[in-house]
């Protein structure tokens, strides 16, 4: 699937911050091709995203510096979209959660929301390190996460310091301000304590276990295995439209999709793989709204051209 272009002199010139991709990455290098070719795994992990070994592409970091050491061909760009937080929508479709809901509906920021839920501001005080508290704790909560670890992932995450006192109580308020959510657990906790071994997603398939699952697994595998399901449909819908406009599918990470397109053909690729990733989704979380967002770079680093 994946052939992305390594540009080594961004490597010499120190512009890779992480020393350890800046070290391996370029050992992967074709010496023909010049690119980098690693494989993928459909099923490469147990929530049946893709996998990505020889390298493992899908670790790199987000931030710019590493990401612009991959480069388009010459005379292509990269066009790369991912789904907007794609996880909290399908816990909204899949709970019935009213406020979640009408939350997405009215294209509300759901994480400002939570912020101010939870900590009893009204949303136009909400505070850039309120938001940051308020994905970490829409991220852990969906899958159960309990005071403690919310507040070793609120700092080792996003930065913010929680007492554990702290962490109780919005986890309490968390709840109770989504009730669908609370349902939703309960009613996977109630099959976890009746031994249930086996889950489905939206899209039929199934994770079975051997042993007693952990809860946090049961309430994990219909959320990013929908995920990895709708990603995957994506790339399936995709495979014809693309076939005449010269741009080649070169690496998913997860819910994002990178293709590298012919210069000429940069704005229908892009309706195009925004059409199909929307097509895609849709098909499970309607009436939940999807936001796809979408770029254009010589880049992966996304800095649109």
Known sequence: ???????????????????????????????????????????????????????????????????TCFVAAPGCQIVQADYSQIELRIVARLSGDAQMQRAYRRSEDLHRLTAALVTGKAIDAVSEEDRRLAKA?????????????????????????????????????????????????????????????????????????????RLAELLNHPVQGLNADITKLALVKLVNPLVDTGAKLI????????????????????????????AAARKFLHPIPVVVNVKVSASWSGNET
């Open 1 to 67: 699937m994946c052939c992305l272009s390594l540009e080594s002199p961004v490597f010499q010139a120190g512009e890779c911050v992480n020393a350890t991709f800046a070290d391996s990455l370029p050992k992967h290098i074709h010496p023909v091709t010049g690119r980098i070719h690693p494989t993928y795994y459909q099923l490469g992990a147990r929530s049946g995203r893709f996998s990505c070994r020889n390298p493992p592409l899908q670790t790199i970091p987000r931030d710019a510096a590493a990401r």
């Open 137 to 213: 704790i829409n991220f852990g909560l969906i899958y159960g996460m309990g005071a403690a670890k919310l507040q070793s992932y609120a700092e080792t995450k996003y930065g913010v310091t929680l007492s554990l006192e702290e962490a109780k109580a919005f986890r309490k308020r968390f709840f109770e301000a989504y009730v669908g959510v609370a349902e939703w657990h309960e009613t996977i906790k109630r099959s976890y304590i009746r031994g249930i071994k086996e889950s489905r997603t939206l899209a039929g398939r199934r994770r079975r276990w051997t042993d007693k699952p």
């Open 251 to 278: 690496c998913t990470v997860h819910d994002e999709i990178l293709l590298e397109c012919p210069d000429a053909e940069v704005r229908r690729v892009r309706t195009l793989l925004h059409q199909c990733m929307i």
